[in-house]
């Protein structure tokens, strides 16, 4: 068909030079911009080597890895560290599978104690004193002033933070305290209120549970005077409210009057030293518990009152 129709043939050897030339410039464009690892600096020789064992074979992926800028990664590749940061060369060192001090050795960078520093820092809290020494001997060297100010700089920013959260704690605390103040005083102005009321809320309360006895009584007594033979056993009803107050307030009565029982100093209250525990007795007068609490112990004897 394509000798058939020469039209078509040129149209197919168009359509595979734009192509070729298309993926050409594609090529071109991804050449720019990821650059081979190649020689042209004096520690590129050393980087290629190291970096070919990790895999990476542009400079590009190198320096997005590392973190680095292009102005870093250039004075890296010429043998330099000046305006590297303590972590940068972390970074770089970890990435080549160096330790930091193989990575400052393969650029002349001369630290005799570091693998003894980075030890001490390690056992900080358990060898305090010998950490100060080290410190001490690395800072006589000059090349360890670099990484002591970036070790100071981010300390200080530590510091500058932590002093700040304090800053808002103790601003914190001072506004709890002022609440806690204030509810004191409210507190405190309650409890005088309610110390005001409580006495005639109980005056009111215990007139309450009374008033039957209470109107009743002069009623009674005027009766009492009037007629002596009126058996006493009619006022007995009117010492019901009595009773019901005590249970009210949860009080318990020590036996009952009259009743025979055996001494117990704990419950009772002799008429005579020489009654022992154990002791048969009377109950003259009973006495009030509330729960485990004696409010009064009852009153006894050996004798009954003559009748």
């Given at each position: 068909m394509v000798e058939g129709d020469p039209n078509l043939f040129w149209f197919g050897l168009v359509l595979w030079v734009a192509g070729t030339a298309f993926a050409l410039s594609l090529f071109g464009s991804k050449t720019q911009q990821e650059e081979a690892i190649t020689c042209q600096y004096e520690a590129d020789p050393m980087l290629r080597d190291r970096l070919a064992t990790v895999g990476i074979t542009y400079w590009s992926t190198f320096q997005r890895k590392t973190g680095l800028t292009p102005r870093q990664l250039l004075q890296l590749r010429q043998g330099k560290l000046d305006?590297?940061?303590?972590?940068?060369?972390?970074?770089?060192?970890?990435?080549?599978?160096w330790t930091l001090e193989e990575f400052l050795q393969n650029y002349d960078v001369s630290f005799p104690s570091l693998g003894e520093a980075f030890q001490q820092i390690a056992k900080l809290h358990q060898k305090y004193r010998q950490l100060l020494?080290?410190?001490q001997e690395l800072e006589q060297q000059a090349e360890q002033k670099q990484v002591n100010l970036e070790q100071t700089s981010q300390q200080a920013e530590t510091f500058a933070t932590k002093q700040q959260q304090l800053q808002e704690e103790l601003q914190t605390a001072q506004n709890e305290v002022t609440q806690l103040q204030q509810q004191c005083r409210r507190l405190r102005n309650e409890?005088?209120?309610?110390?005001?009321?409580?006495?005639?809320?109980?005056?009111?309360?215990?007139?309450?549970?009374?008033?039957?006895?209470?109107m009743n009584y002069p009623t009674a007594t005027v009766m009492a005077q009037s007629k002596p033979a009126l058996p006493a056993k009619n006022f007995i009803p009117l010492f019901t409210p009595l009773k019901?107050?005590?249970?009210?307030?949860?009080?318990?009565?020590?036996?009952?009057?009259?009743?025979?029982?055996?001494?117990?100093?704990?419950?009772?209250?002799?008429?005579?030293p020489d009654i022992q525990a154990g002791e048969p007795v009377y109950i003259r007068f009973v006495g009030y518990r509330e729960g485990d609490r004696i409010l009064c112990p009852a009153k006894v004897s050996r004798y009954l009152p003559n009748t």
């Open positions: 305006n590297l940061t303590w972590q940068q060369m972390q970074r770089v060192a970890q990435l080549l599978n020494q080290e410190k409890l005088q209120q309610q110390s005001q009321q409580l006495p005639q809320d109980i005056k009111q309360a215990t007139f309450e549970q009374l008033q039957t006895l209470l019901n107050l005590l249970q009210s307030w949860g009080y318990e009565p020590i036996g009952s009057a009259w009743e025979k029982v055996s001494f117990d100093p704990q419950l009772h209250q002799p008429d005579s």
